[in-house]
């Protein structure tokens, strides 16, 4: 409670994520949009690649989930989304990281199993290049990810798609070191979770929230609803932070750093997810916080004018780009948001 009412002093700041500061993108082309795609940038251009929706019915009516590889690209902001090539394989929930040599994409999967492999995606003369990089030691999807320097990081997720318990793995791929292979590091003392929110600044990579599984009444997965946070550094391991006001899962990852702090823009708080009638959910939580890790202490800063949850956070042309997402439960959205600083 006292690092909370400390950081209401942020509240006199200037707000960054106001309504009126974001501007809409090109949308995708396709008229659902994709929640758990890939994206990023290669070679200047914004990628977004794969992922996931129902194009007929909505499940609860009984619709199928479908799974894509369509890769698009958008050239400049006000040009036009064109498609550059695919995946290859229909994948989505993974990990996608921009690096200065092209767009990484990390394991994910598709309705019958999650994947090991790693790619990198380069965008040269309007042709896709595809390369592998060191696979994972197992499979994984729906975990977060961050890069710090030339180390990749990766914590959370599942390694099959029914699974009822997530995983503890936290594991690093240096760039410049590649054929090391990733390794595996201390776990974060926190529950194991999925759809975390992760980031890097500083010499240390930050773990928020995401939520914890266990075998529910029908044998599904049940999700347990997490709000601690998490400091990793490489010379002093792990250290548990202030806990976030609010539950945020799923929020666009990597957090995204501006003027001290790290941004969270939504995320899914877990206070409907028994609403009815489903066709009318209002969408997720659009409430940014902002941590300031120098201090440690988080804010209310604002709202973001969209409801995604399970789609990245990509930096382009010094701004914040939100390509689509899941809007509520089964609903996708094809917009793309941006805000510059």
Known sequence: MTRWLTGLYLLCLPMMAADGLWKPLPSLPDAEGFAGAFAGVADGALLVAGGTNFPDKKPWEGGTKLWYDKVYALKEPSGKW???????????????????????????????????????????????????????????????????????????????????????NFLALDLERLN???????????????????????????????????????????????????????????????DLPRVSVAAPSPA???????????????????????????????????????????ARDGEVPFSLVTTPAVEWHGAIVIPGGEARPGKRSPEVWWRTY
């Open 82 to 168: 064109q498609i550059a090539g695919r995946l290859p394989k229909p994948n989505g929930y993974g990990v996608s990281l921009t690096t200065e040599s092209g767009l990484i994409c990390i394991g994910g999967g598709d309705a019958s199993a999650n994947f090991r492999e790693v790619i990198r995606i380069r965008f040269k003369g309007g042709k896709l290049m595809t390369e592998p990089l060191p696979a994972l030691p197992r499979a994984c999807a729906l975990m977060a990810g961050a890069k710090l320097g030339q180390v990749i990081y990766i914590a959370g997720g599942i390694e099959k798609p029914a699974d009822t318990v997530a995983l503890t």
């Open 180 to 242: 090391e292979g990733w390794k595996p590091l201390p776990a974060c003392p926190g529950s194991a979770r999925i759809l975390p929110t992760m980031a890097a600044v500083d010499g240390a990579v930050y773990l928020f929230s995401g939520a914890a599984l266990k075998p529910g009444p029908d044998g599904k997965a049940a999700r347990e609803w997490l709000k601690d946070a998490w400091r990793y550094s490489p010379e002093a391991g792990w250290k548990r932070l202030a």
């Open 256 to 298: 995204p750093v501006r003027g001290g702090r790290m941004l969270l823009m939504g995320g899914d708080d877990g206070a409907l997810v028994h609403f009815e009638p489903k066709d009318r959910h209002p969408g997720f939580p659009r409430e940014v916080l902002a941590y300031d890790w120098n201090r440690d202490v988080w």
